[in-house]
Protein backbone atom coordinates (compact mmCIF):
# COMPACT_ATOMS: atom_id res chain seq x y z
CA UNK A 1 0.00 0.00 0.00
CA UNK A 2 1.40 3.30 -1.12
CA UNK A 3 2.46 5.94 1.64
CA UNK A 4 -0.61 8.22 2.88
CA UNK A 5 -0.49 11.29 0.77
CA UNK A 6 -0.72 14.99 2.15
CA UNK A 7 -3.05 17.37 -0.02
CA UNK A 8 0.38 19.29 -1.03
CA UNK A 9 1.80 15.88 -2.22
CA UNK A 10 -1.28 15.07 -3.92
CA UNK A 11 -1.41 18.20 -5.83
CA UNK A 12 2.36 17.36 -6.99
CA UNK A 13 1.32 14.33 -8.37
CA UNK A 14 -1.51 15.66 -10.62
CA UNK A 15 1.09 18.12 -11.47
CA UNK A 16 3.39 15.00 -12.46
CA UNK A 17 0.40 13.30 -14.17
CA UNK A 18 -0.25 16.72 -15.93
CA UNK A 19 3.06 16.73 -17.55
CA UNK A 20 2.72 13.71 -18.84
CA UNK A 21 -0.40 13.89 -20.97
CA UNK A 22 1.40 14.10 -24.39
CA UNK A 23 1.15 10.57 -24.06
CA UNK A 24 -2.04 9.81 -24.63
CA UNK A 25 -4.08 9.95 -27.86
CA UNK A 26 -5.03 13.87 -28.70
CA UNK A 27 -8.40 13.75 -28.91
CA UNK A 28 -8.39 11.90 -25.06
CA UNK A 29 -6.21 14.37 -23.69
CA UNK A 30 -8.71 17.64 -22.66
CA UNK A 31 -11.25 14.86 -20.67
CA UNK A 32 -8.38 13.08 -19.06
CA UNK A 33 -6.57 16.61 -18.44
CA UNK A 34 -10.20 17.64 -16.68
CA UNK A 35 -10.34 14.35 -14.59
CA UNK A 36 -7.01 14.60 -13.28
CA UNK A 37 -7.54 18.11 -12.41
CA UNK A 38 -10.63 17.46 -10.38
CA UNK A 39 -9.44 14.53 -8.52
CA UNK A 40 -9.57 14.59 -4.71
CA UNK A 41 -7.11 13.80 -1.99
CA UNK A 42 -8.45 9.84 -1.41
CA UNK A 43 -8.88 9.78 -5.66
CA UNK A 44 -4.97 10.50 -5.87
CA UNK A 45 -4.65 7.85 -3.40
CA UNK A 46 -6.52 5.06 -4.79
CA UNK A 47 -5.54 5.90 -8.37
CA UNK A 48 -1.79 5.80 -7.51
CA UNK A 49 -2.72 2.62 -5.41
CA UNK A 50 -4.79 0.81 -8.00
CA UNK A 51 -1.95 1.84 -10.79
CA UNK A 52 1.18 0.85 -8.92
CA UNK A 53 2.31 4.34 -9.46
CA UNK A 54 4.00 5.19 -5.87
CA UNK A 55 6.75 6.39 -8.02
CA UNK A 56 4.95 9.59 -8.16
CA UNK A 57 5.25 10.62 -4.60
CA UNK A 58 8.98 11.13 -4.86
CA UNK A 59 9.98 14.60 -4.98
CA UNK A 60 8.60 16.13 -8.90
CA UNK A 61 11.61 19.14 -8.08
CA UNK A 62 13.88 16.28 -8.34
CA UNK A 63 12.32 14.62 -11.16
CA UNK A 64 12.42 18.02 -13.29
CA UNK A 65 15.92 18.77 -12.41
CA UNK A 66 17.54 14.99 -13.38
CA UNK A 67 14.81 15.57 -16.88
CA UNK A 68 12.56 12.54 -15.65
CA UNK A 69 9.70 15.02 -15.50
CA UNK A 70 9.29 17.41 -18.62
CA UNK A 71 9.49 20.77 -17.28
CA UNK A 72 9.53 24.46 -19.31
CA UNK A 73 12.87 25.42 -18.71
CA UNK A 74 14.07 29.14 -19.32
CA UNK A 75 17.41 28.56 -17.71
CA UNK A 76 20.08 26.77 -15.84
CA UNK A 77 23.49 27.05 -14.49
CA UNK A 78 25.87 24.07 -13.11
CA UNK A 79 23.76 23.72 -9.59
CA UNK A 80 20.12 25.39 -10.71
CA UNK A 81 17.50 24.72 -12.93
CA UNK A 82 14.86 27.72 -13.67
CA UNK A 83 11.49 26.57 -14.87
CA UNK A 84 7.87 27.87 -16.09
CA UNK A 85 5.26 27.00 -13.11
CA UNK A 86 2.79 25.43 -14.91
CA UNK A 87 -0.08 26.37 -12.14
CA UNK A 88 1.27 30.34 -12.46
CA UNK A 89 0.06 32.88 -9.46
CA UNK A 90 0.98 35.14 -12.17
CA UNK A 91 2.14 35.56 -16.13
CA UNK A 92 5.89 34.21 -16.22
CA UNK A 93 5.51 32.80 -12.99
CA UNK A 94 9.12 30.86 -12.10
CA UNK A 95 10.81 28.67 -9.91
CA UNK A 96 14.32 28.38 -9.38
CA UNK A 97 15.17 24.81 -8.52
CA UNK A 98 18.35 23.40 -6.74
CA UNK A 99 19.42 20.36 -8.55
CA UNK A 100 20.33 18.12 -5.67
CA UNK A 101 17.58 17.95 -2.58
CA UNK A 102 20.10 20.12 -0.62
CA UNK A 103 19.87 24.07 0.93
CA UNK A 104 19.66 27.59 -1.30
CA UNK A 105 23.03 28.44 -2.66
CA UNK A 106 24.34 32.11 -3.62
CA UNK A 107 24.13 30.65 -7.43
CA UNK A 108 20.51 30.12 -7.04
CA UNK A 109 19.98 33.22 -5.74
CA UNK A 110 21.70 34.83 -8.67
CA UNK A 111 20.23 33.01 -10.96
CA UNK A 112 16.33 34.24 -9.05
CA UNK A 113 17.63 37.55 -9.98
CA UNK A 114 18.61 37.00 -13.37
CA UNK A 115 15.49 35.59 -14.46
CA UNK A 116 13.80 38.90 -12.19
CA UNK A 117 15.73 40.97 -14.78
CA UNK A 118 14.38 39.34 -17.56
CA UNK A 119 10.78 39.43 -16.61
CA UNK A 120 11.34 43.65 -16.17
CA UNK A 121 12.82 43.93 -19.54
CA UNK A 122 10.06 41.99 -21.21
CA UNK A 123 6.70 42.22 -18.91
CA UNK A 124 7.01 45.54 -16.84
CA UNK A 125 5.92 44.28 -13.81
CA UNK A 126 4.80 46.56 -11.01
CA UNK A 127 7.01 44.69 -8.69
CA UNK A 128 8.80 41.15 -8.49
CA UNK A 129 8.46 38.62 -5.30
CA UNK A 130 11.64 36.60 -4.89
CA UNK A 131 10.74 33.71 -2.19
CA UNK A 132 12.18 31.10 -0.62
CA UNK A 133 9.75 28.11 -0.18
CA UNK A 134 10.29 24.63 0.45
CA UNK A 135 7.93 22.28 -1.43
CA UNK A 136 8.47 18.48 -0.30
CA UNK A 137 11.06 19.30 1.09
CA UNK A 138 12.60 20.51 -1.75
CA UNK A 139 14.33 23.92 -1.10
CA UNK A 140 13.70 26.33 -4.04
CA UNK A 141 13.05 29.70 -4.93
CA UNK A 142 9.86 31.69 -6.44
CA UNK A 143 10.14 34.61 -8.72
CA UNK A 144 6.65 35.86 -8.96
CA UNK A 145 6.04 39.17 -11.13
CA UNK A 146 3.08 41.57 -9.52
CA UNK A 147 1.40 43.44 -12.33
CA UNK A 148 -1.16 46.80 -11.65
CA UNK A 149 -4.42 46.17 -10.80
CA UNK A 150 -3.48 42.22 -10.55
CA UNK A 151 -4.57 39.95 -7.55
CA UNK A 152 -2.36 37.00 -7.78
CA UNK A 153 -4.70 33.70 -8.40
CA UNK A 154 -3.13 30.70 -9.24
CA UNK A 155 -4.20 29.06 -12.37
CA UNK A 156 -3.71 26.49 -15.22
CA UNK A 157 -1.55 27.92 -17.71
CA UNK A 158 -2.16 26.74 -21.11
CA UNK A 159 0.58 24.67 -23.41
CA UNK A 160 0.83 27.70 -25.66
CA UNK A 161 1.22 30.30 -23.24
CA UNK A 162 3.84 28.25 -21.66
CA UNK A 163 6.03 27.33 -24.63
CA UNK A 164 5.93 31.54 -25.33
CA UNK A 165 7.17 32.64 -22.46
CA UNK A 166 9.45 29.80 -22.42
CA UNK A 167 11.15 31.68 -25.57
CA UNK A 168 11.51 34.98 -24.18
CA UNK A 169 12.40 34.37 -21.05
CA UNK A 170 15.13 32.07 -22.31
CA UNK A 171 16.83 34.57 -24.28
CA UNK A 172 20.28 35.82 -22.95
CA UNK A 173 19.79 39.00 -21.74
CA UNK A 174 21.25 42.13 -23.83
CA UNK A 175 24.31 43.56 -23.38
CA UNK A 176 24.86 47.43 -23.64
CA UNK A 177 25.98 48.34 -26.77
CA UNK A 178 28.78 50.79 -27.10
CA UNK A 179 31.24 51.88 -25.00
CA UNK A 180 31.68 50.41 -21.60
CA UNK A 181 32.09 52.61 -18.22
CA UNK A 182 35.97 52.77 -19.09
CA UNK A 183 36.08 53.89 -22.73
CA UNK A 184 33.36 56.58 -21.98
CA UNK A 185 36.13 58.13 -19.54
CA UNK A 186 38.48 57.84 -21.91
CA UNK A 187 36.33 59.35 -24.29
CA UNK A 188 35.40 62.14 -22.65
CA UNK A 189 39.14 62.71 -21.27
CA UNK A 190 39.83 63.12 -25.24
CA UNK A 191 37.37 65.63 -26.29
CA UNK A 192 37.88 67.91 -23.37
CA UNK A 193 41.67 68.10 -24.03
CA UNK A 194 43.56 70.87 -25.64
CA UNK A 195 43.69 69.90 -29.22
CA UNK A 196 47.32 69.36 -30.98
CA UNK A 197 47.94 71.53 -34.15
CA UNK A 198 50.74 69.75 -36.16
CA UNK A 199 52.31 72.11 -38.77
CA UNK A 200 53.11 71.04 -41.75
CA UNK A 201 56.76 71.31 -42.75
CA UNK A 202 57.58 74.38 -44.91
CA UNK A 203 58.77 73.44 -48.29
CA UNK A 204 62.01 75.64 -49.28
Do not use: W
Amino acid sequence: MAEKLTKEQAEQVKESLLHHLDKFPEENREQIKEQITSMSLDDVQHFIEENNLSHLQKCIFCSIAKGETPGYIVSENKDNIAVLEINPLTKAHVLVIPKEHTDINDSATQLAKEIAEKIKKHFNPLKISINRKKIMEHPLIEVVPVYENQTPKRYKASEDELKKLQDILSRPLEKPIGNTGKQQAEQDKKEHEEPVIKLKPRIP
